[in-house]
């Protein structure tokens, strides 16, 4: 198994296989206040774009927000999240409604499972609300990313995207830094575009909060469960398909 190599960055010299950072990678839901090196992120921005994409049309168009900015955005996103819960239309639904079983259950499982290590009970909506309302501080990290698509792309590039995003994730993980993906900012895609200056015919996909995580947090103890293989794989081998 090759390594995950960091000759761009500098001071960090270890290395991890490639199996080492897709298992280590977790997402992180409170960081550090010690800032990210900007030199890193460009080589793990620039490197991951060696994702494979249909066509090679690479449709990923990302946003680094870090410093003064951030301060910005996070004050403005502290208000505009109290007004309003979501802005309406939003771009995108983030899930299908109804969301069929078993992926309902398992959105509940993590959601549970997160708000149990932060001892918050499942009738108390206004520390839940308060929670989510965090996604919106990048939950304490010092940089965010914001991927951004053109409108004019379907589900194969957006597929894409989400190729470029974990191949971001790994390096960054190889680097000692950790993520959370985050679509909670697609809930504010008005907000969003006017910050991020994006044209007309682009929109917003996703946030990332990218850090160094804190180890004290009990949110960040959370490891999610996973189907196993048999869920959803099928193995069409042998003589016969009988399967
Ligand atoms: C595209 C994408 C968007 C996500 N959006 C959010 C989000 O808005 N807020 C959040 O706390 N986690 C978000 N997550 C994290 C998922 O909840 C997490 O990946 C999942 O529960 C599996 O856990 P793991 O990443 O720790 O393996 C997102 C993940 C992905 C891939």
Redo the contacts with the bound molecule.
Sequence with gaps: MSDLILEDSPGHEQTMTVDEAVTA???I?AFLPRPVPLDTVRGVLERAARAPSGGNLQPWRIHVVTDAPLSKLKALMAVRAREVPQEAPVDYEIYPTPLPEPYKARRTA?GEA?YALLDIARTDRERRWNRLRE?FQL?GAPLGLFCCVDRCMGAPQWADL?MY??TVMLLLKARGLDS??????ALYPRTMAAFLRLPDDQML???MAVGWADPDAPVNR???ERAPLEAFVRFHTGDADDS
């Design positions: 990678r977790r997402s839901r993590c997160m996604n939950f989400g995003l974990q959370c993906a985050q679509e909670a900012w996909f996703c946030g959370l490891v999610t």
